[in-house]
């Protein structure tokens, strides 16, 4: 049976990031968006001076929607969008949000493209077994 590759390309799944700070935040990710290009891109940003930079250019290609909104009139003209409406997902306007709230779905986000648990067992050879 064929492998419909623009279904794959556009499966979505949701995460909810329930931290303290961020109270019922959900974000829905695109899990087959981690691609050699998208590391390519990570590799690529990783020679930015600024940390914080580096999220804000590698999260926009693996999110597809948040409800991070803008709401009240000053937040919506700031991101060019109506109140209530969602803060753009792009590297622009990840640099004008907190690092706290990108760190956060940074972990959730590439935690659940990660194709195995790093941690699981440390001295392992490198076997998928």
Known sequence: MPLPLKSLREKRVKLEIDQEQFPGLNVWHKPNAYTPAYETLVKEALGEEV?????????????CEWDVTADDDETA???????????????????????????????????????????????STGSFS
């Not at 940390?51 to 999110?63: E, K, M, V, Y």
């Not at 986000?109 to 790093?118: E, R």
């Open 51 to 63: 940390s914080s930079r580096f999220l804000a250019r590698t999260l926009p290609p693996l999110i």
């Open 77 to 123: 003209a700031e991101f060019g969008v109506a109140v209530g409406e969602p803060v753009p997902i792009t590297e622009e306007a990840l640099m004008l949000l907190p690092i706290e709230l990108l760190v956060e779905v940074s972990k959730a986000v590439h935690k659940a493209h990660l194709p195995f648990d790093t941690t699981a067992n440390e001295t």
